[in-house]
């Protein structure tokens, strides 16, 4: 058959990775195999095609002009088979999504809405695997994930969805026992929350809001954002709540926001991150247009 004289999948798998990354070691990692195990399908590849793929050096590999244009054509069929399986696949009633996103994101903002999307795409079945930890999404068990951060992560696609900004924000309660909290140098009589990390932090907002000499003392600590919300939620100080995490303790009164004209602009927003072949995927598209018109509601 004519078929035969075609190289085995799991070759070319190995030889896409290390053209891509341009290293054995890094090509291992994201297969999950050993070392040796792309060394020796590589040279499977090589002995199959019958010419060198790879001028191997001391500290580095570097494609040969016919591994170059093989690998072209590698990436291409490989996405283009990609491609086809996820369009097959959707042809299923019921379609899985499974989104990998942080523990903040998912319980301030992204569960309460996940009724919204069921409601408008009731043939999907929706999985979210909550994790502060970034996963492989290399390994298809993920189809997307929606990160906080800079906007660079290694080896995925990556775009921006929202960028954030942080004010002070406090419970009613806390609001109205410190007398309206009309000027910001009243904050100095309060304690202040404090999220882990974070640049964006009160120093840095007061002397945004024009308050430079202030020095700002030390309040508890929290890893999270979403931990600082509850406890402001809770009447225990004044947190610097971050505009997506607070929209829907503010729209429901369970904090309000004393200086709504001084908004910083936080280092990181938040993104919607993919494998680099899954960019045009119905399921990414769904998601992509989802979160848009849902963020595109917040008024920041």
Same mark, same amino acid.
């Given at each position: 058959?004519?078929?035969?004289?075609?190289?085995?999948?799991?070759?070319?798998?190995?030889?896409?990775?290390?053209?891509?990354?341009?290293?054995?070691?890094?090509?291992?990692?994201?297969?999950?195999?050993?070392?040796?195990?792309?060394?020796?399908?590589?040279?499977?590849?090589?002995?199959?095609?019958?010419?060198?793929?790879?001028?191997?050096?001391?500290?580095?590999?570097?494609?040969?002009?016919?591994?170059?244009?093989?690998?072209?054509?590698?990436?291409?069929?490989?996405?283009?088979?990609?491609? $086809?399986?996820?369009?097959?696949?959707?042809?299923?009633?019921?379609?899985?999504?499974?989104?990998?996103?942080?523990?903040?994101?998912?319980?301030? &903002?992204?569960?309460?809405?996940?009724?919204?999307?069921?409601?408008? %795409?009731? $043939?999907?079945?929706?999985?979210?695997?909550?994790?502060?930890?970034?996963?492989?999404?290399?390994?298809?068990?993920?189809?997307?994930?929606?990160? %906080?951060?800079?906007?660079? /992560?290694? /080896?995925?696609?990556?775009?921006?969805?929202?960028?954030?900004?942080?004010?002070?924000?406090?419970?009613?309660?806390?609001?109205?026992?410190?007398?309206?909290?009309?000027?910001?140098?009243?904050?100095?009589?309060?304690?202040?929350?404090?999220? /882990?990390?974070?640049?964006?932090?009160?120093?840095?907002?007061?002397?945004?809001?024009?308050?430079?000499?202030?020095?700002?003392?030390?309040?508890?600590?929290?890893?999270?954002?979403?931990?600082?919300? $509850?406890?402001?939620?809770?009447?225990?100080?004044?947190?610097?709540?971050?505009?997506?995490?607070?929209?829907?303790?503010?729209?429901?009164?369970?904090?309000?926001?004393?200086?709504?004209?001084?908004?910083?602009?936080?280092?990181?927003? %938040?993104?919607?991150? %993919?494998?680099?072949?899954?960019?045009?995927?119905?399921?990414?598209?769904?998601?992509?247009? &989802?979160?848009?018109?849902?963020?595109?509601?917040?008024?920041?």
């Amino acid at each position: 058959m004519i078929f035969d004289r075609l190289p085995p999948l799991q070759t070319l798998r190995a030889f896409e990775a290390t053209a891509r990354l341009s290293s054995m070691t890094l090509a291992a990692a994201e297969l999950h195999v050993t070392h040796g195990a792309i060394s020796r399908q590589i040279r499977k590849l090589e002995e199959h095609l019958g010419f060198k793929l790879f001028f191997r050096l001391t500290r580095q590999i570097i494609l040969t002009e016919q591994g170059g244009e093989f690998h072209h054509v590698v990436t291409r069929l490989l996405s283009d088979l990609m491609k $086809e399986t996820e369009r097959l696949r959707g042809r299923n009633l019921i379609k899985s999504l499974r989104i990998s996103t942080t523990v903040s994101f998912a319980s301030k &903002w992204l569960a309460p809405r996940l009724s919204r999307f069921r409601q408008r %795409y009731p $043939e999907f079945d929706i999985q979210l695997d909550v994790t502060d930890i970034n996963v492989d999404l290399n390994d298809g068990q993920v189809d997307a994930a929606i990160r %906080y951060g800079l906007g660079n /992560y290694q /080896y995925v696609s990556s775009e921006r969805m929202f960028d954030e900004t942080v004010t002070p924000v406090c419970s009613p309660g806390f609001l109205e026992k410190h007398n309206g909290l009309t000027e910001i140098k009243e904050l100095l009589n309060c304690v202040l929350l404090h999220e /882990y990390r974070m640049q964006a932090n009160w120093q840095a907002w007061f002397e945004m809001a024009g308050e430079k000499n202030f020095s700002c003392h030390q309040g508890p600590l929290w890893t999270l954002g979403s931990m600082a919300t $509850e406890a402001a939620i809770r009447g225990e100080g004044v947190a610097l709540g971050r505009s997506l995490l607070i929209a829907d303790d503010v729209a429901a009164g369970r904090l309000v926001v004393p200086f709504p004209q001084h908004k910083l602009r936080a280092e990181r927003g %938040y993104d919607l991150v %993919y494998r680099p072949d899954n960019q045009d995927s119905f399921k990414i598209s769904i998601l992509r247009q &989802w979160l848009s018109e849902e963020m595109s509601l917040l008024k920041d």
